[in-house]
């Protein structure tokens, strides 16, 4: 293969994973990232395969190979985290997950010595940090965000602690999940080779059910029972990290335990705004005033800068004061304060989590007009059955967003299968 042929398999690749609905700007950075992740027949290979789940015998026809050797190369990407391949229905399916949270992640999740982990740490911090297209894209680019906030459950009074619904609960996502996979943390990993890690705990990012399975096969999580998962939450909270996780109601496929100094969310949070960059959960802090002693613990605590110095003229002032729009709800400061004048209070207006991945990926598609990606993949939608999934989301939807997704799609089929719904 030329040179000028690789560059264009690794061109198309680009492309390719800019037609997700989470997207990824090309750039001259991003091309060395796949590079290094990347031979040059891989990225060829990978450039072709449809962006919903596909079947060894789909890639087959696709690259026009054997099953055979289809499933030779999908094998050995799985074994490196690049696909994640799960059993559904006694079939296994693969899929190339986003960038972010997906294989850029999982290239960090443990040491390696097949790639040079600190030149790609040195790659991201350019094309997450400097570049800022992506970061951008990924955490301002739509209303529907990829992640959300669970809050520390336990420094949640008794009355919220009875109204809390399971979805909002990182120890139901423990609890239910089928499989429970750690690993190493990508941010404070990658943050290690410049030498700018904190010294929170590094092995303690969970990944759940299909994603938790395939990583576990491959080496890049250790399984873990339910007993060691809520320990390991209980060691999150008490190092006041912030359980960011998959901004869904089910099958919620990682949860991760941020700190504010690593954590690309929480980094992107102070910088654009928190309730920007990622969904907080239903909860705000709140003050009692009377009982502040002025200590500053929760003002350091608190990984958004959403709790600052009260400025209401005087010398001697000792009252905070509470960001609103900025606060996270995650319950940090609350566990931090010691004369317990902090607490959690519901949000007058609740925020929405999408049922599943699916409509996740729908919301995020209309909202960035890119839904006609989804539907019309060149290879994705040989099967009704996807389609039909898609389109089930779609119908379900509010008035404003079916007619957005109407008008990316200009499709009469659309408007008449929503307008029997309707009827």
């Not at 060894?56 to 990407?77: G, H, Q």
């Not at 690993?183 to 990993?189: D, F, L, P, T």
Request: contains cysteine.
């Amino acid at each position: 293969m030329s040179h000028h042929t690789a560059k264009d398999a690794y061109y198309k690749l680009q492309e390719r994973l800019n037609r997700f609905p989470q997207g990824a700007p090309p750039s001259a950075t991003l091309y060395k990232i796949l590079e290094l992740l990347f031979s040059k027949r891989e990225a060829e290979l990978i450039s072709q395969l449809p962006i919903k789940p596909f079947t060894a015998k789909d890639a087959a026809r696709i690259w026009k190979l054997s099953e055979a050797e289809a499933t030779k190369v999908l094998e050995a990407l799985a074994s490196r985290a690049i696909l994640v391949d799960a059993d559904w229905e006694g079939i296994t399916r693969y899929t190339l997950p986003p960038p972010m949270a997906g294989f850029f992640e999982f290239s960090m999740m443990r040491t390696r010595g097949d790639i040079d982990q600190k030149l790609l740490r040195e790659l991201y911090y350019q094309y997450l940090n400097v570049e800022e297209d992506f970061i951008k894209d990924l955490l301002l680019g739509s209303e529907t965000r990829m992640g959300r906030v669970f809050v520390q459950e336990e420094v949640l009074s008794g009355d919220n602690a009875i109204h809390i619904l399971d979805f909002e609960r990182a120890s139901e996502v423990i609890k239910t999940a089928s499989h429970i996979g750690i690993g190493m943390c990508y941010c404070r990993h990658k943050m290690q080779h410049i030498g700018k890690a904190c010294d929170a705990p590094m092995d303690i990012c969970m990944t759940f059910n299909g994603a938790g399975t395939s990583l576990i096969k491959a080496g890049f999580a250790r399984e873990v029972d339910v007993v060691e998962g809520m320990e390991l939450l209980h060691q999150a909270y008490e190092n006041n990290l912030v359980q960011c996780g998959e901004n869904v109601r089910q099958g919620v496929n990682f949860i991760c335990n941020c700190c504010s100094c690593c954590c690309e969310f929480l980094v992107a949070a102070r910088k654009y705004g928190a309730t920007q960059a990622i969904h907080t959960s239903n909860f705000i802090t709140i003050s009692d005033d009377a009982a502040c002693v002025g200590c500053g613990k929760c003002i350091t605590a608190c990984p958004v800068d959403a709790i600052t110095w009260a400025e209401d003229g005087t010398l001697n002032a000792k009252n905070i004061r509470i960001d609103e729009s900025v606060c996270l709800g995650c319950g940090v400061c609350v566990r931090s304060c010691p004369t317990r004048c902090l607490s959690l209070s519901s949000r007058k207006e609740k925020i929405i989590t999408p049922i599943n991945s699916v409509h996740r990926v729908v919301l995020m598609a209309i909202e960035k007009g890119k839904l006609q990606n989804l539907l019309f993949d060149s290879h994705a939608f040989a099967s009704h059955r996807a389609l039909a999934a898609i389109l089930g989301v779609i119908l379900k939807l509010p008035p404003v967003k079916q007619a957005m997704a109407s008008r990316q799609m200009k499709s009469i089929y659309l408007e008449k299968l929503a307008s029997r719904i309707k009827a």
